[in-house]
Every structure is written in structure tokens, then in C-alpha cells.
């Protein structure tokens, strides 16, 4: 028996250095940090320029300006309340997850320039930079985690990208830098970017499908593009006398996608606008690309049961005609 160990120990060391060492670790849990696209636990977040902007924007400690019109904000805005305590909570426990990850992987300063990385834990001790176009290869794994552990500064050169194939997904794509993180104009990216401490920011015409996030540090965006992917409902009409069904609308919402919804909808447009009747509703959203498919669930949407009685309020004046004095609409 100790021959035999002894002559399997060189085929083994072949096989570690030919395939890797990597097994999957657990999954980063983000809490309540997963609605947000832009977070700091301490400093301003700030937009130049007309941006699109997916989920919530929020800070335990500074000012939030430039997100009026013209830009697009389908989201909340949070400042210094209980929602942004409990972001700072959670977000430095998904930092603790991801540096007891082992790393798998030493990986030299600069990533890109058409490589191709399989799942793993990718480290480098000092800064780190994106150039070019780094692809991330899941291998058919929809819960595949690629986890990138930089000591120092990670910035983007202009142009760079990150291309997903084979079931990778951004919500499982970790970027966790020990400085500050630059990216430069029309950078496209994906994954949750997190200084620990750092100012994080994007150059014009960027595209994050992600989050922007800081313990320290401001958040700054560009005339950009930031989607977190986590589905957002608007415009919650609730019925009236008028009609019996309420309706809410599913922002980017798209057909070729499957909702769930607890308990069932009336319908649902080709637009993703949801009629329902009086209830509290969750959705799950299942993605659909190819072979694979990722979800993520909503917050719950809640249809009031309204008023169904026509009665008059007398608003507006005192003018029969006037709709504005009746709770539905003039009566006959």
C-alpha cells in the first residue's frame, strides 16, 4: 500500500496543475445590499450628466445630488435612515464572506486583454487593472461565483469589458479592492465593484450591470448606465368604483422572461403591466438566456381594496359637473 501512494502522488500533483484546485465555495450573501446600485456606508454619491439608474441609491453618511431629471432613477433614494444602517451591516459581512474565501488562483496585475477565467478566487496582493476584454466562463454553472481579491487600487482602461458566457451571472461576479476603483470611459462590467475603503467611479459612458459600493469613499457616476438587475415595480394603481382591479407596472420587464406570481394576477400585458385585484402580491422573476436561468424575487406589491362608493367630497368647489368633487365620477 505505501508504493502504491507513493507512485499516484506524482499523477495527482499532473492533475491539480492541469485542472486547478477550485471547488465551490459559498455563496456571498449580500442582504440587503442586493436593491441597491449605489451605496457608501460613509460619503456623497453624486451623477453628472444624464445617467440610467436601476435600483436603490443610498448612503449611511453624506449628500446625494444629480439624480433629477433628465436622468432615470427606478429605484429609491436613501439617506442616513434604518434602511441605509442595515445596508452598511450587511455590506460589511458580505466583504468578511468574501475575504475568507481561499484564494484558488494568484493572478498578475493586469486582467484582460482576451483571457478567459473559469469560476474561481483570483488575488493580487497589490493594484490591479482591467485592459481589453476579459471573459468569464461559467461552464454551465448558473451558481458559478468568480471572486477577484486586489490589495490595492483596480481601475479600467477605456473600452474595457467583461463578456459573461456559459451561465455566468453578474450577481455572482465580486470585485473587492483595498483602494479606490476607477473605470474609465465606456467601460462595460459586470458584477458588484466594492471598495473597502475607496471612492468608486465610473467615466462616460459606462455600463455597470451591478453595483457600485464603498465603506469609505464617494460614489460617482457619469453619464452612465447602472442596472443591479433585481426586478422594480411602478405606477401601483389601486381600484376605484370606477374598476373593480388594481394594476401595477414591472420596470424592464421583458417576454421572453417567466414571472411568478403568489398569489395569481388578473393578466399581464406584452409591457409588463400587471392587472390584479385587491391583495399583497410577490413576483419571482426567472431569466431566461439559453440554457440557463437566474431569479431573482421582488419586494411585495400591495393592491389596496379602494373605495366603491360614489360620494360627494366637494374638493374642488361646489360645482355638480366637476369630477374633482366626487370620489369616482359625476353620476347620471
Known amino acids: 500500500m505505501i508504493l502504491k501512494t507513493k507512485s499516484l502522488c506524482p499523477i495527482l500533483l499532473i492533475v491539480l496543475f492541469f485542472f486547478g484546485t477550485y471547488s465551490a465555495v459559498s455563496q456571498i450573501d449580500l442582504g440587503s445590499i442586493e436593491n441597491f446600485s449605489l ?10 450628466a444624464t445617467s440610467y439608474i436601476s435600483g436603490d441609491i443610498g448612503t449611511d453618511l453624506g449628500a446625494i445630488s444629480g439624480f433629477d431629471p433628465a436622468t432615470v432613477v427606478n429605484g429609491s433614494i436613501q439617506n442616513t435612515n434604518g434602511i441605509t444602517a442595515q445596508a452598511n451591516l450587511d455590506l460589511n459581512a458580505a466583504i468578511a464572506q468574501i475575504t475568507a474565501t481561499t484564494t484558488t488562483s494568484t493572478h498578475i496585475p493586469v486582467f484582460g486583454n482576451g483571457e478567459t477565467l473559469t469560476p474561481g478566487v483570483y488575488s493580487q496582493t497589490a493594484a490591479a487593472s482591467l485592459d481589453g476584454t476579459l471573459t468569464l466562463d461559467a461552464q454551465g454553472d448558473s451558481n458559478a461565483q468568480f471572486i477577484f481579491k486586489i490589495g490595492g487600487a483596480f481601475s479600467t482602461a477605456a473600452g474595457a469589458s467583461v463578456v459573461l458566457i456559459n451561465c455566468a451571472s453578474p450577481g455572482n461576479i465580486f470585485w473587492l479592492s483595498g483602494g479606490a476603483i476607477s473605470m474609465a470611459a465606456s467601460t462595460t462590467i459586470s458584477g458588484n465593484l466594492i471598495s473597502n475603503p475607496g471612492a468608486v467611479d465610473i467615466g462616460s ?128
Request: glycine share 10%; with cysteine; proline share 4%.
Open 39 to 48: 451605496y457608501t456606508s460613509n460619503g456623497a454619491v453624486s451623477n453628472t
Open 205 to 332: 459612458g459606462g455600463n455597470i450591470t451591478g453595483r457600485m459600493l464603498s465603506t469609505t469613499g464617494a460614489i460617482s457616476v457619469y453619464e452612465s448606465i447602472i442596472n443591479n438587475g433585481i426586478p422594480i415595480v411602478d405606477t401601483i394603481t389601486h381600484p376605484t368604483c370606477g374598476a373593480a382591479t388594481g394594476s401595477f407596472q414591472i420596470i424592464n420587464y421583458d417576454a421572453t422572461n417567466t414571472y411568478n406570481f403568489t398569489p395569481s394576477v388578473v393578466s399581464v400585458s406584452a409591457t409588463g403591466l400587471v392587472t390584479a385585484n385587491p391583495n399583497t402580491y410577490n413576483f419571482t422573476v426567472t431569466i431566461n438566456t439559453g440554457a440557463c436561468s437566474f431569479s431573482a424575487t421582488s419586494a411585495n406589491v400591495v393592491i389596496n381594496a379602494g373605495s366603491l362608493t360614489n360620494y360627494w367630497t366637494g374638493t374642488i368647489s361646489s360645482d355638480w359637473n366637476n369630477i374633482g368633487n366626487w370620489t369616482c365620477a359625476v353620476p347620471s
